[in-house]
């Protein structure tokens, strides 16, 4: 679905699928190894910037702490959900939950892997 960046936060709260001017979200399931780890990506301006990732089997959200440009600045402020508790993590953290999964990510700390 086509929006305007300004009208996406309510697409993000209700987590569906939406395409904006060098901002989208959508939903990433088919490289993670468990079924708990069905995530919901807010990108801008590309993979390498997710800005906000809902994993649904846990119902936890994570936003992206850094500060790229005052476009992406504007773009996580337009689409910053409300009304939930956000856990702040670092890009290369966000870049590595997305790819790997919540419940890897976990893996991975608890066995004593770095992770981003």
């Known amino acids: ?3 305007a960046n300004s009208k ?3 697409l993000v709260e209700a987590r569906e699928e939406f395409q904006g001017s060098n901002l989208w979200g959508v939903w990433h399931d088919s490289t993670l190894t468990e079924s708990n780890d ?3 990506v807010v990108y801008s301006y590309g993979h390498h910037f997710p800005i906000y ?4 089997g846990y ?3 994570f936003g992206n702490t850094e500060k790229y440009s005052q476009s992406t600045m504007r773009h996580q402020a337009m689409a910053r959900p409300r ?3 956000i856990h702040p993590l670092s890009q290369a953290s966000m870049v590595a ?3 790997v999964g919540y419940t890897e990510i976990v893996r991975r700390r ?3 892997k770095v992770v981003a």
């Open 53 to 56: 990732i809902y994993v649904e």
């Open 59 to 61: 119902k936890l959200w």
């Open 83 to 85: 009304d939930v508790e």
């Open 38 to 40: 069905r995530q919901y």
């Open 97 to 99: 939950l997305a790819k």
């Open 110 to 112: 608890l066995s004593g």
């Open 8 to 10: 996406c936060r309510p």
């Open 1 to 3: 679905m086509m929006v």
